[in-house]
């Protein structure tokens, strides 16, 4: 696929392996012209939220927002231990977490328009840094009082921020967001409702008809069928 969509060859089709043209796909978004252009969409994809809810809850952010802090802190924390770990040359998890974070980053800025879901690798290691985050700054209190104190807010917070956000979900979300975009209307809806004026005209989709499949729960070798 690889060879077939950036060199624009034809579609190699046999009855035991099929390597398709696409319309459209995301090796095709690489640029270095988006990169100053995506800086404040990949800060609110990490940190908050982006355009589609399916994708993440504004109230909630993409982590919850007592996270946001913590995993600044934890990054910042992480940049000093891998700059450490390079000058001892020395094998460090957080050295590699830090790598993983900044190749990340690197994409992020070089995609289209970057969101939740094109992201969603950089999660599970934004979770490393918030730990992190939260580790140096309970390491960093003096007092044995003080850190049960913040241990004890802290834990309560994000007790509180997952019974907020459980509850949501399982009652209000679905009321709330429906219909989601991309999903609400399938594209036999809308041909069924535009019908009378649409007559015997032929209709033409976008790449986005992958979403009938979605829409109406076909499964691949059905959706090949649709005409």
Same mark, same amino acid.
């Given at each position: 696929m690889l060879a077939i969509n950036p060199f624009d060859l034809p579609e190699i089709a046999t009855a035991y392996i099929t390597i398709p043209k696409l319309l459209g796909y995301r090796g095709a978004e690489v640029s270095f012209r988006n990169a100053i252009n995506n800086i404040p969409s990949l800060v609110q994809a990490f940190f908050f939220y982006d355009d589609w809810r399916y994708n993440?809850?504004?109230t909630w952010f993409s982590m919850y927002p007592v996270s946001v802090p913590f995993a600044v802190a934890g990054m910042a924390q992480g940049g000093r231990e891998t700059l450490e770990a390079v000058? %001892? %040359?020395k094998w460090s998890v957080t050295a590699l977490a830090f790598f993983w974070l900044t190749a990340q980053i690197g994409m992020g800025l070089l995609i289209e328009l970057p969101n939740v879901n094109k992201m969603? &690798?950089?999660?599970? +290691?934004?979770?490393y840094f918030t730990v992190l985050g939260i580790k140096k700054c309970w390491n960093g209190l003096k007092s044995a009082k003080g850190k049960? +104190?913040?241990a004890v807010c802290v834990s309560g917070l994000y007790?509180?921020?997952a019974a907020g956000f459980v509850k949501y979900y399982f009652t209000d979300y679905t009321e709330d967001t429906t219909p989601l975009s991309?999903? &609400?209307d399938t594209y036999a809806d809308i041909l069924e409702e535009w019908d009378?004026? +649409?007559g015997d005209k032929p209709v033409y989709v976008d790449c986005g008809y992958a979403y009938y499949a979605l829409g109406e729960g076909l499964s691949p070798m059905e959706f090949q069928l649709v005409e």
């Open positions: 993440s809850v504004p000058r %001892k %040359k969603n &690798g950089v999660y599970f +290691i934004l979770v049960r +104190i913040s007790v509180l921020f991309l999903f &609400g009378p004026v +649409i």
